[in-house]
């Protein structure tokens, strides 16, 4: 069974930075991509960034290019997010998920495992 934690989250002022972590244990499939999604109530859930097993391909939605960083520490098990210039429309929940190598990495259906979610409050 595939656990997914992530930690991190909280209330920020515009402009302001925020670090997401997403802790992974037990048993998962080789080499999987780790993705960042997020929901804002009364939305639906979208993708913000995924990463590929070697972290050599990175991937981001157009409204947070720039500003948000993934990466990943494979020895931990872990990923991250960094986020900076953060802005009252980043304000959602943020979830950690995990899917099989290949494309689609954008697509919320290809993810098998995800994480119970961090909120993340930005005020103006």
């Known amino acids: 069974q595939v656990q997914l934690v992530e930690s991190g989250g909280g209330l920020v002022q515009a402009g302001g930075s925020l670090r997401l972590s997403c802790a992974a244990s037990g048993r998962t499939f080789s080499s999987p991509t780790m993705g960042w999604f997020r929901q804002a109530p009364g939305k639906e859930r979208e993708f913000v960034a995924a990463?590929?097993?070697?972290?050599?391909?990175?991937y981001y939605a157009d409204s947070v290019k720039g500003r948000f960083t993934i990466s990943r520490d494979n020895a931990k098990n872990t990923v991250y997010l960094q986020m900076n210039s953060l802005k009252p429309e980043d304000t959602a929940v943020y979830y950690c998920a995990a899917k099989s190598p290949g494309t689609g990495w954008a697509d919320k259906r290809m993810y098998d495992y995800w994480g119970q979610g961090t909120q993340v409050t930005v005020s103006s």
């Open positions: 990463i590929r097993w070697s972290g050599s391909r990175t």
